[in-house]
């Protein structure tokens, strides 16, 4: 059972930045962040895989947003730079075995609390 905790969020101006963290009691997992707004489903933001550390990122977030991971801390990271209001959501790391990326929340087996983020215009 691969327990994750979130941490970072909180609000910013439009072109401001935040770091949010998950740690992961275990690596060699494929990671991944999703974010969920009001009255809307759920979606894909990025993704880290778990053996060779690629990633993959939405087109709404790409070039914006970054996701790294330091092993010895068994931490991921989504880096938010030039956030806009429509970033606004709860997000949430989740994790999976094996080494693909998806986008599909179902796919995922292993979920953080969420953590808020809110960018005000």
């Known amino acids: 059972q691969v327990q994750l905790v979130e941490s970072g969020g909180g609000l910013v101006q439009a072109g401001g930045s935040l770091r949010l963290s998950c740690a992961a009691s275990e690596r060699a997992y494929t990671m991944a962040w999703f974010r969920q707004a009001p009255g809307k489903e759920r979606e894909f933001v990025g993704g880290i895989s778990g053996r060779i550390d690629f990633t993959d990122y939405a087109s709404s977030v790409k070039g914006r947003f970054t996701i790294f991971r330091d092993s010895a801390k068994n931490t991921v990271y989504l880096q938010m730079n030039s956030l806009k209001p429509e970033d606004t959501a709860v997000y949430s790391c989740?994790?999976?075995?094996?080494?693909?990326?998806?986008?599909?929340?179902?796919?995922?087996?292993?979920w953080g609390q969420g953590t808020q983020v809110t960018v005000s215009s």
């Open positions: 989740a994790a999976r075995g094996g080494g693909l990326i998806k986008w599909s929340p179902g796919e995922y087996s292993y």
